[in-house]
């Protein structure tokens, strides 16, 4: 049946392992509570889900980002289904990062299609609805036969930047494939665009980095839509700093820090590394210069904006 013509009693927010404190902030703005459900673990590992209220002809949101281990996804393949067998009227799925989202092409011979096998498992699953934040790629939203809420957490970033006193600030996008989104940050931002265009003449060869555009004595700001081992950023950040480049800021939505990701970032030329919540991060993850800004009272506007039939782009405008 479709969601639209089924009467909502009301709306259930709850939350997988993943990222419990971001799911909190999000009630708090909607000033509810989590709805109780137990995740655990059997002996071998095996991941079991359960709802522990009635949730029968709710509008049920189930906070969970993909990000690894897999058993996040599993969480969240288990609480839809337990969800749908539980009679919920709509299941949306709310991934603040979703996983495997680079596999999204089969650019190599004999390999998997990652985003959209989730996009399968997610559907399969029983999902009616998904609300994401900042995909890798926008294509994404395609692979899904279920209507997909796409949120940028722009909106967030660049207000905090706008308190800033910069100087004559240049948005640098770290890649040619960054460069839509810097190029939204300087429009928001009033700032001019840079593009970063590396190189790699041969195999096993340095990479050779060539900055487009002006950076000499001036702020600079590198925004992604993730850092993975920040093997990227840091290039680029002193790639700019030996340029003259003046104060350096690095800003992503998901924070993935992976590998020397921390020791990287705490060692570059930077001034400041903000990122949102989306995934969370633990405190050993953490280092000086590190900024965390919370996406959880954009995406309670998106919950009850989708619960009242409302328009999700107008929190854009």
Known sequence: ?????????GFRVMTGTANRALAENIVKHLDTDLTKAT?????????????????????????QPT????????????????ARRA?????????????????DRKDQPRVAIGAK?????????????LLAIDFHAHALQGFFDIPVDHLYAAPVLTSHYRK?????????????????MARGFAKRLDASLAIIDKRRP????????????????????????????AGTVTESARALKDLGARDIYICATHALFSGPAVERLASAPVKEVTVTDTICIPESRKF??????SVGELLAKAIRSTHAYQSVSSLFE
């Open 1 to 9: 049946m479709d969601g639209l013509a089924v009467p909502l009693k």
């Open 39 to 63: 995740t655990s673990r059997f002996a071998d590992g095996e991941v079991f889900a359960r709802i522990d209220e009635n949730v029968r002809g709710a509008d049920v949101y189930i906070v």
């Open 67 to 82: 990000n690894p281990p897999a058993e996040n996804i599993m969480e969240l393949l288990l609480l839809v289904d337990a």
């Open 87 to 103: 009679s919920a009227a709509r299941i949306t799925c709310v991934v603040p990062y979703f996983g495997y989202a680079r596999q």
């Open 117 to 129: 096998l989730m996009a399968n498992m997610l559907t399969g699953a029983g999902a009616d609805r």
């Open 164 to 180: 800033k006193d910069l100087k004559d600030l240049v948005v640098v996008a770290p890649d040619v494939g960054s460069a839509k």
């Open 202 to 229: 041969q195999a096993n060869v340095a990479e050779v980095v060539n900055v487009v555009g002006d950076v000499e004595g001036r702020d600079c700001l590198l925004a992604d839509d993730m850092i993975d081992t």
């Open 288 to 293: 000086p210069t590190l900024n965390v800004l």
